[in-house]
């Protein structure tokens, strides 16, 4: 369960990844999946029927992106490209229609923003077999943030952005979904190699993921934690040609991925069954640089091919 939650994170970063590599994209963020979501307070509903948000850039390569989960706002963080990005959303309960994003942050800001539309400008859109109607417009308003640290200030009084609502289905992308699902199939029997290390101290989860796969390898590190009324969710990824590298008895393992991650993690393992995961291993998220991804803590599993 934990290692196919692990994938469904990485394909949320990935699609992130998508839409910040594609310069001018006229659909909002895919959504975080609600079960990766730290619960705060009552459980997040359902996927509503809009999505609701905008996108900003900052200094420093940072992209922030505002957008609608069920009643709550999320604001993210992202940094780094495609192939090598890290993010923090935080999220916070809140009204979160159609026209109006209001929430607090706690400690580190508020929002409170109305969306006005410009005109008729209205477009049709289709993406995994649903069909969207999409209608531009400008949220107004006052955005306050600051980051941990102050690795991010926000003073934010307008933005453009949009709002997007469900009109149907597609029938032209049954045959993209269909061979997506193929490929992903065929994957499964490819011989691969993995090292997976998760922490849980009280309702904070810190986890790491290394697989490779023929010549082309993926890391991936994911927190998630409460402050209070407010969820925070950091994860990272990158791509390698290299993965994990294991000894023939898989009994001794070391990877050492490049950035956003810093440093070799070791794993070892004893006659008696007991496993460590040690060294410098770190990653750097968005409020939280070189955060330790090692230590007496975690449970590790190491998986090498036959």
Not at 27 to 33: D, F, G, I, K
Not at 93 to 113: D, E, N, T, W
Not at 189 to 202: D, N
Not at 246 to 262: G, I, L, M
Request: hydrophobic share 40%.
């Amino acid at each position: 369960m934990r290692r196919a939650a692990i994938l469904i994170l990485l394909a949320s970063l990935l699609g992130a990844a998508e839409a910040r590599a594609a310069s001018g994209s006229e659909v909002l963020p895919e959504l975080l999946p609600p079960h990766l979501l730290t619960e705060v307070g009552k459980p997040v509903p359902p996927q509503p029927a809009f999505h609701s948000g905008f996108t900003v850039s900052r200094p420093h390569g940072y992209e922030v992106r505002v957008f609608t989960f069920g009643s709550a706002v999320i604001l993210e963080v992202l940094h780094g490209s495609r192939s090598h990005l890290s993010a923090t959303a935080y999220l916070a309960r809140g009204v979160a229609l159609p026209h109006r994003l209001q929430a607090s942050f706690g400690r580190f800001g508020k929002i409170s923003m109305r969306f006005r539309v410009e005109g008729k400008n209205v477009k049709s859109l289709c993406r995994f077999g649903e069909q969207l109607s999409l209608r531009h417009g400008s949220y107004v308003g006052d955005l306050e943030f600051k980051g941990e640290g102050g690795y991010l200030s926000l003073d934010l009084h307008r933005a453009e952005g949009s709002v997007v609502t469900p009109a149907g289905r597609c029938r032209q992308h049954h045959r993209f979904l269909q061979a997506e699902v193929e490929r992903e199939l065929e994957a499964l029997s490819e011989p691969t190699s993995g090292l997976f290390a998760v922490s849980r101290e009280g309702v904070s989860t810190t986890s790491f993921l290394g697989r490779a796969r023929r010549d082309r390898a993926f890391f991936l590190a994911s927190r998630e934690e409460t402050q209070g009324k407010l969820a925070i969710i950091r994860f990272a990824t990158t791509n390698a040609s290299k993965g994990p590298h294991a000894d023939e008895a898989a009994t001794s393992a070391r990877v050492s991925p490049p950035a956003p991650f810093h440093g070799t993690g070791r794993y070892r393992a004893a006659a008696d069954g007991t496993t460590t995961w040690s060294g410098p291993l770190s990653v750097n998220f968005p409020g939280a640089p070189r955060f330790p991804l090692t230590g007496p803590s975690f449970e590790t599993f190491l998986e090498a091919p036959f």
